[in-house]
């Protein structure tokens, strides 16, 4: 198969979907790989690096599109990017369609297959593909929020730890999985008092045990969520519904009970965020102020970290990429009940229910297309 990886073209992204590592089990199996030239420069890779790997490195960008049967990416495809799809391409990478009702309607006119890292599922109901990712935002939410506190930033001027005679900042994280759980440590392990909101009693549990009372555990109510604004430095927005809209939890009335200066991160961002106040932001620009609160919701953190999270990626990817390539998309999600949610879109409809929903849409079923 003619495998392509094109350069990420979204504000500050420098991640790139494949490793060299990658490319060579690709090519070793008799696959065609090409690579945007310097597409891996921003995660630490050369163009000799894909070479070695025996990668082909294709300066043409529009050649590189049209020469492609699978397409490798980390973000959602630009305008420019959707207008290169057609139907005898299919797409692998972050959607985040339920937010994104142009984008969608875009994938759909291009009669591409797309295909959604986010919507894949394993055999214990985990998001394999979108866990390493939000591993590395979780742990970076509380770094930037920290920094967003600084008076310079137009934050309160608090630290986080603290010092000798000076209370620790608080830090309120809505959502204990993966995202939460992540930023919740690292906000641990800077010294402050750490409250973690979430709706599942089971999960509660779960890091009430894990954590032996250092952290502490509240169940997801309008009450609670009112106290945690009212007391908190910083909340953590880390909710998620598998490829559906975030809801809004922290509303924009709530923001005048907040201390000024205090900094929300909406993780939940790519799902169109779960504070009422989020709009996507940028590296470039992360954050903006309402009411006198500092909002940062940067929609692509790991890329921030390219290396790092371009390596924790394609370790997660590859082995469906070597699926797609070896079997065709339509052979590998109907051998594998877990890669089927993956598919989003499909010759002009759409195939996942809760994108489909978002945007009044008729949706077809995945089962169907592959049968």
Not at 289 to 313: K, W
Not at 332 to 346: E, I, S, T
Request: net charge negative; proline share 6%.
């Amino acid at each position: 198969m003619k495998v392509a990886v094109p350069k990420e073209i979204k504000n500050h992204e420098y991640r790139v979907a494949l490793t060299p590592t990658g490319a060579r089990e690709l090519v070793s199996r008799g696959h065609t790989v090409s690579v945007q030239a310097d597409a891996g420069e921003g995660a630490g890779y050369s163009n000799r690096d894909y070479e070695a790997a025996g990668a082909r490195i294709e300066s043409d960008v529009e050649l590189l599109w049209q020469n492609a049967e699978l397409v490798l990416k980390v973000k959602e495809p630009q305008p420019a990017e959707v207008a290169r799809l057609t139907p005898r391409h299919t797409l692998f990478t972050y959607l985040h369609l339920a937010a994104e009702e142009q984008l969608t309607r875009g994938l759909m006119t291009s009669g591409a297959t797309c295909i959604a890292y986010e919507t894949i599922t394993d055999g214990q109901g985990g998001l394999p593909l979108l866990a390493p990712m939000s591993t590395v935002a979780g742990r970076m939410a509380v770094q930037a929020g920290a920094h967003s506190l600084e008076k310079a930033q137009g934050g309160s001027g608090v630290l986080l730890p603290g010092v000798p005679g000076v209370a620790p900042g608080k830090v309120t994280v809505i959502g204990g999985g993966v995202v939460g759980e992540n930023a919740a440590r690292m906000a641990l392990g800077l010294g402050a008092e750490v409250t973690i909101v979430d709706k599942s009693i089971a999960r509660l549990e779960v890091l009430d045990d894990r954590y032996q009372g250092r952290i502490k555990t509240v169940y997801s109510t309008a009450d609670a969520l009112e106290h945690a604004a009212k007391e908190s430095d910083m909340i953590v927005g880390a909710v998620l519904i598998p490829g559906a809209a975030a809801p809004k939890l922290i509303t924009r009335a709530m923001l005048a009970d907040m201390k000024p200066g205090s900094v929300l991160v909406d993780v939940a961002i790519d799902q169109g965020g779960c504070f009422e106040t989020s709009k996507p932001t940028t590296h470039a620009e992360p954050t903006y102020i309402v009411d006198g609160i500092v909002h940062y919701c940067v929609a692509n953190m790991p890329g921030a970290v390219a290396r790092t999270s371009t390596q924790g990626l394609t370790n997660a990817t590859l082995p469906f990429v070597l699926a797609l390539a070896d079997k065709g998309w339509q052979q590998a999600l109907r051998d594998d009940p877990h890669f089927l949610p993956g598919l989003n879109v499909y010759d002009g409809q759409v195939t996942y229910p809760a994108v489909a929903e978002a945007f009044g849409l008729e949706s077809i079923n995945p089962g169907k297309v592959v049968a």
